[in-house]
């Protein structure tokens, strides 16, 4: 069991404490109803002279904050398991007149057997009612704009939540960040929120798909029941190829970190290049990139060499740990292509897309940044190294 103690002294509240007993005790009574197997179970309520308390359901294995960083992201199929559980659980309360309201990672507990129970129906209210209708409740990054807009709220605030705990669980990062609430708040209010395979594009299209409609600003257009949501998170396990790539995501991590263009980063900063990346092995003789082509990407060359022409002329060779086509991402805007770029042997490289690096973390593209320019300087170097020996 657990056991959470409320203190009933204080103005903080600005309610008569009377009241505010009779407040808890409604809240208590009306989670008390909420039977169901993602839902952690009330299981006694009082109120003393200075204090209440509620005996609850204890939950072993932690909230999904645990699993929000870049590098501690759950496999996808994981993600859409939590979040389909959690929205089985949001679906029961909604057709018991219940809106949580206060949706996010803090609040979805996992047990060891990575079983989901939602928690804290605190700030809960009954959709027909008013007496529980208490104001300036929930966490501003995950609250719906018509939450933070003071409108009538129904089920679908509870969706727009869950969408960005979804979004927060695919990339390691909130749709909107901010440096004070007001900021924030506004953002949530009036800017859509970035494309989720613009930050990892190792995702599906219906993994963006959802959370795209879940984030939707527009009630209209954002999922009108639980029932579609649940439908669109089923199908896209379905559809989910099981082996989607060769390599792990361990493998993949130890193998960025051995390379020397990420001899600086963290290795939280390596887990989210790892996120925004994609990859590919290309056989030799592959023309990755061609001069005189639109300019969308740079490369890291994990393994193999390339050669680097223009015009047909042999300029130069890169090996693993080297980058190319990164001028794109200093340009700030579309360029086209002035060198070739062949795989001289097999290759595996990382595609980056200079458009999902500038999404990236402050910290990440600082890393970024050193790598690029060291290996300017190193260039410069050999390039003054060759002419003085002309």
């Not at 993600?79 to 996010?104: M, N, P, T, W």
């Not at 609040?107 to 079983?115: E, K």
Request: net charge negative; glycine share 6%.
């Amino acid at each position: 069991m657990a056991v959470k103690v409320f203190t009933l002294g204080g103005e903080d509240s600005g309610l008569a404490a009377p009241k505010r007993r009779n407040t808890f005790l409604n809240e208590a009574a009306l989670v008390g109803k909420l039977q169901h197997p993602h839902i952690v179970s009330l299981l006694d309520a009082a109120v003393e002279r200075d204090y209440s308390y509620i005996v609850m359901e204890y939950v072993e294995g932690g909230t999904l904050g645990q699993f929000t960083a870049a590098d501690a992201l759950l496999p996808l199929e994981k993600v859409v398991e939590v979040v389909f559980k959690a929205s089985r659980a949001l679906e029961y309360a909604h057709r018991q007149g219940v809106i949580h309201r206060d949706i996010k990672p803090a609040n979805i507990l996992v047990t060891r057997a990575f079983d989901v129970k939602l928690s804290d129906f605190g700030v809960a209210i009954l959709a027909d009612a008013t007496h529980t209708n208490l104001r300036n409740v929930g966490s501003p990054a995950y609250m719906s704009p018509e939450q933070l807009s003071d409108e009538p709220l129904t089920h679908q605030t509870d969706i727009y939540s869950l969408g960005v705990v979804m979004f927060q669980l695919l990339t390691g990062r909130l749709p909107f960040v901010a440096t004070s609430h007001a900021s924030l708040m506004y953002q949530i209010v009036n800017h859509r929120s970035p494309a989720l395979r613009s930050l990892r594009q190792d995702l599906p299209e219906a993994a963006e798909a959802i959370v795209s409609r879940a984030l939707q600003k527009d009630l209209a257009v954002r999922y009108q029941s639980w029932i579609d949501f649940g439908k669109d998170l089923a199908g896209l396990v379905r559809n989910l190829e099981a082996p989607r790539e060769e390599l792990s995501d361990t493998r993949k991590f130890h193998m960025l970190r051995n390379l020397a263009f990420f001899r600086d980063f963290r290795e939280v900063e390596i887990w989210e290049a790892l996120r925004t990346a994609s990859w590919q092995r290309l056989p030799a003789e592959t023309v990755i990139i061609e001069e005189g082509e639109r300019a969308e990407s740079f490369y890291v060359l994990v393994d193999g060499e390339v050669e680097v022409t223009r015009a047909g002329r042999l300029l130069s060779t890169l090996q693993s740990g080297d980058c190319f086509g990164e001028m794109l991402y200093f340009s700030g805007e579309t360029s086209l292509r002035n060198t070739t770029i062949r795989a001289r042997t097999p290759v595996l490289v990382l595609e980056i897309k200079a458009e999902a690096l500038m999404a990236a973390s402050d910290a990440c593209q600082v890393q970024f940044n050193k790598a690029f320019m060291r290996i300017l300087i190193d260039r410069l170097t050999a390039a003054n190294q060759r002419l003085s020996e002309r």
